[in-house]
Nanobody
Framework: QVQLRESGGGFVQAGDSLRLSCAAS????????MAWFRQDIGKEREFVAA????????YYSDSVKGRFTISRDNAENTVYLLMNNLKPEDTAVYYC??????????????????WGQGTQVTVSS
């Protein structure tokens, strides 16, 4: 079983930056992708960014492209999300996710098998 732990959330002002981390522990990870999703109160969980674990190919939602950067550390089974120029609409609980199969779309929650418990990001104007 893979356990995911997010960290790095906080309360910031618009225009600030945060770097989220997600560490995978337990059995050695052997999946194909890790991703970040976010969910605000009363809204559906939405895709933010994903990375192919093997080759580093990245995917972003239109709302964060150019502002957020996802990266990985294969040796540590850790994925990062650098969030620049944060906006109030970025406020949400950010969740880390990991899969165990190559199938499925990076953009949908159904692809992923492991989830962290989330870290809160609040951006004030």
């Amino acid at each position: 079983q893979v356990q995911l732990r997010e960290s790095g959330g906080g309360f910031v002002q618009a225009g600030d930056s945060l770097r989220l981390s997600c560490a995978a522990s337990g059995r050695t990870y052997s999946g194909y992708a890790m991703a970040w999703f976010r969910q605000d109160i009363g809204k559906e969980r939405e895709f933010v960014a994903a990375i192919n674990w093997s080759d580093g190919t990245t995917y972003y939602s239109d709302s964060v492209k150019g502002r957020f950067t996802i990266s990985r550390d294969n040796a540590e089974n850790t994925v990062y999300l650098l969030m620049n120029n944060l906006k109030p609409e970025d406020t949400a609980v950010y969740y880390c996710a990991a899969d165990r199969r190559r199938t499925g779309s990076y953009y949908y929650t159904s692809k992923y098998d492991y989830w962290g418990q989330g870290t809160q990001v609040t951006v004030s104007s």
